[in-house]
Each structure stands twice: as structure tokens, then as C-alpha cells.
């Protein structure tokens, strides 16, 4: 696997290295020593599987509180996706940037979500699955969100959301304040 850094401190695109001959290929989704290589997570007791029937479907921008505050590796294996992150950590130096990519069945790419980022996804084809895996469970309580058109994020979506849950619809926009507060229990 190749780790590219992003612009945001400690979030990562991976590139499966693929093995290959006239039969296809054969390429690693996860490797315990090679996380554990890069400093990043190696425990995922939950791995989840996502479906979004039609093109311009948004999910997120989602996160969870400690001590469910997870990491998740994000794969687009049917289909394209626009994977979107934004850093919520208190006090890191990227707080409040966001960064994208385009994630697809065709390029293999994958996302790696550390602690503290809210998180989302716009399907840019239909029938879009997405294989995910998360460090730890899924804790409703603990659930929050930002919304997806916060003006001060301002993300750059490829295509306009046509498909936006009223939970996603409600998320509040970022305040400096009050997300740095909520994440300041147990992150880094």
C-alpha cells in the first residue's frame, strides 16, 4: 500500500499496490503491519457496507464523539464517489479545512478518516456502494454532525446533492467553539 499525505494533518489517501498478471490482479484492502508501519490505526471491530441508488446522494458530514470518536477507512467499490473530510480536532493546525477525492471502483483509492473529522460522501454515479471500515462502533448517542453546506467550510462539491436526509439537512454549521469543546474529550 503507498499512504499520500493530505493537506490535513494526519488524513491519508492510500493506493492499493496491485499484483498482477493476464488473470487480473490481487492487492491488500488492509494490512495490520503496514497501518501500524504509517502510525495509523489497526484496529476495526466494525466494517459496514453502504448502497446510494442515485447519483447526487449525500451522506454526512458525520462524526462521533469520544470515546466512540472513530477512525474510518472509506473504498468506493461500485461506482464514484466524492469523499469529503473536514478537521475538527481542537487546536490542530488545519481545523475547520476540508479536503476531497474522488473515489471510484476504477481507481481503488481509498480514504483514511482519523479521529476527530467529520465526514461525508456524494454518490457522483447511481448505484454506488462503499465499503467502509471504523475503529469502533457505531454509538448513536454520540453521533453528531456539521452540515453539508456550511458557508464557512464552504466545500466544493462536484455536483450539486440532490438526494440530503432532514438529519443531514439539520446538522449545525461550524463553530469554532462549541466543536473544538466537543472534541476536546480524549482527542489528539
Not at 463553530?175 to 472534541?183: G, M, T
Request: hydrophobic letters at 40%; aromatic letters at 12%.
Amino acid at each position: 500500500m503507498k499512504f499520500h499525505k493530505t493537506p490535513l494533518e494526519d488524513a491519508y489517501t492510500i493506493e492499493l499496490d496491485k499484483r498482477g498478471d493476464e488473470r487480473g490482479f490481487f492487492a491488500r484492502f488492509f494490512c495490520e503491519r503496514e497501518f501500524a508501519a504509517a502510525g495509523l490505526e489497526t484496529r476495526f471491530p466494525q466494517i459496514n457496507n453502504s448502497m446510494s441508488a442515485k447519483a447526487g446522494t449525500l451522506r454526512g458530514l458525520h462524526y462521533q464523539l469520544p470515546p466512540a470518536a472513530e477512525v474510518k477507512v472509506m473504498r468506493c467499490v461500485r461506482g464514484s464517489m466524492f469523499d469529503a473530510i473536514v478537521d475538527l480536532r481542537a487546536g490542530s493546525p488545519t481545523f475547520g479545512q476540508w479536503f476531497g477525492e474522488t473515489l471510484s471502483a476504477e481507481n481503488r483509492l481509498m480514504m483514511y478518516v482519523p479521529r476527530g473529522f467529520a465526514h461525508a460522501f456524494l454518490s457522483l454515479t447511481d448505484d454506488v456502494e462503499v465499503i467502509y471500515m471504523a475503529s469502533a462502533f457505531y454509538a448513536g448517542e454520540q453521533e453528531r454532525g456539521l452540515r453539508w453546506n456550511d458557508p464557512v467550510v464552504s466545500i466544493q462539491w462536484p455536483i450539486e446533492p440532490t438526494e440530503v436526509s432532514a438529519k443531514d439537512n439539520s446538522w449545525p454549521d461550524l463553530d469554532q467553539a462549541y466543536h473544538a469543546v466537543e472534541q476536546m474529550r480524549g482527542l489528539k
